[in-house]
């Protein structure tokens, strides 16, 4: 699903981008509700998800995409929408390294 997703980057068909942000967005928030009452933790392939999102949207000036950079940078996905949640060592981890890929290329459009 991921492999489609970085497609879609590539080949800028939004519409293939939004349905799977759409399918993402409800898979990360299982796994929130399943853990509720404990720090959230991921599977790695989830975090590895995020890192490649951010990694190819930072360099690139496309706002096609905006509505993943809300989702991946700004944590969406990793801590929902509500913030009611409390998060793992590993999870924070992968939120900084976002930001931190994020301010290296001024992604920072929100």
Known sequence: MSDIL???FDKNPDGIAILIHDYYYKAFAKIRQQQKG???????????????????LAPNSNSKFSF?????????WLIGELSEVTISEQTYGCLWRSLTIAVTFKLMTW
């Open 6 to 8: 970085y497609f879609a």
């Open 38 to 56: 404990k720090p959230v933790e991921y599977p790695d392939p989830y975090y590895q998800l995020v890192s490649n999102i951010v990694s190819r």
């Open 68 to 76: 993943l950079e809300h989702r991946a940078v700004g944590g969406i």
